[in-house]
């Protein structure tokens, strides 16, 4: 199983970038798909999820700023994050659970918000 995610980068403070990440899993078999972020030094935490009924919930730290989405019928997310902050930057990660119990990750995307 592959997890690859991109559209990380470098985005000055207030500015918007898009995180996808396409999953080599059969639509079928996922639970749930996640983002979750680590920064310097911090603990990874989760950031946003979305669930194969479509239900999303998100940390509070991105609340109205972040939007988790996936594509119909196809193993991909996205996050649309929008409003960003310098606490923001951390590395993203992408995170598929599946009806088997099995958590896949993939390699993580660097998000840097600095001026």
């Known amino acids: 199983v592959q997890l690859q995610a991109s559209g990380g980068g470098l985005v000055q403070p207030g500015g918007s970038l898009r995180l996808s990440c396409a999953a080599s899993?059969?639509?079928?078999?996922?639970?749930?798909m996640s983002w979750y972020r680590q920064a310097p030094g911090k603990q990874r935490e989760l950031v946003a999820t979305?669930?194969?009924?479509?239900?999303?919930d998100y940390a509070d730290s991105v609340k109205g700023r972040f939007t988790i989405s996936r594509r119909n019928k196809q193993s991909t997310v996205y996050l649309q994050m929008n409003s960003l902050k310098p606490e923001d930057t951390a590395v993203y990660y992408c995170?598929?659970?599946?009806?088997?119990?099995?958590?896949?990750w993939g390699k993580g995307t660097l998000v840097t918000v600095s001026s």
């Open positions: 979305i669930t194969s009924g479509g239900s999303t």
């Open positions: 995170n598929v659970a599946t009806y088997d119990g099995v958590d896949y």
């Open positions: 899993v059969s639509i079928f078999n996922i639970n749930a």
